[in-house]
């Protein structure tokens, strides 16, 4: 079985500030590897995924993850983030060969303006 | 990406009534559903996964008589919430993955629902 840890429930950041929400992963086996997303009294979107291939990979609102299998991590980083970014942010896992997701118990991201 | 709905977005009810999600795949077919839980400030917990044309498989420490589950097409997946109790009330999202339709490592999640019981 996979499971998921969120390190860090809250992280405050100011406008325009760097930011890294960290996610580490245990599993016995290959990976694949998500960050969703969810605004308030919303489900969740996804933000971006690994599944194999180039071990870092970014979403189209400047977010980006690297995959890093000595350490088992993916943690999500954005070089400067906006007041919009606030949001609870989710890592999970799954493996190829199953589709039960597992998530971590999220990070609260608040921008401060 | 796939697009996945969910009605009622919110639901109110008196305690012991039973109130019925509907999940709906909107643009592509899914075989296969989720149903999860979600508390306040928590993560998502995994309730069932919800097969077309067979019962539902339940995790651990969820009644299956009490969150009926029922896959009666390919586009569709519902979850009942029978006699329904305060300690009931949660936000309710499911997903779905491509399965065999190119992307299915990904799940896609509803906006869910959000139960409270009075």
């Known amino acids: 079985a996979q499971s998921v840890t969120q390190l860090d429930s809250q992280v405050p950041v100011f406008e325009e500030a760097p930011v890294e929400l960290r996610c580490n992963y245990s599993s016995s086996v290959s990976v694949y590897l998500f960050w969703y997303v969810q605004y308030p009294n919303q489900g969740l979107q996804l933000l971006l995924k690994y599944l194999s291939g180039s071990t870092l990979v970014k979403s189209i609102n400047g977010f980006e993850a690297e995959f890093n299998k000595s350490q088992t991590s993916f943690h999500l980083r954005k070089p400067s983030v906006h007041i919009s970014d606030t949001a609870e942010y989710f890592c999970a896992v799954s493996s190829p060969t199953g589709n039960q997701f597992y998530f971590g118990t999220g990070t609260s991201l608040t921008v401060i303006p | 990406g796939a697009v996945v709905s969910q009605h009622p977005s919110r639901v109110i009810c008196k305690s012991g009534t039973s109130v019925k999600i509907e999940c709906r795949s909107l643009?592509?077919?899914?075989?296969?559903m989720f149903w999860y839980r979600q508390f306040p400030k928590q993560s998502l917990m995994l309730m069932a996964t919800s097969n077309e044309g067979s019962k539902a498989t339940y995790e651990q420490g969820v009644e299956k008589d009490k969150f009926l589950i029922n896959h009666a097409s390919l586009t569709l997946s519902t979850l009942t919430v029978t006699s329904a109790h305060p300690e009931d009330s949660s936000f309710y999202i499911c997903?779905?993955?491509?399965?065999?339709?190119?992307?299915?490592?990904?799940?896609?999640f509803g906006p869910g629902t959000r139960l409270l019981v009075l």
């Open positions: 997903s779905a993955n491509l399965l065999g339709q190119g992307d299915q490592e990904t799940q896609y």
């Open positions: 643009d592509f077919q899914a075989t296969t």
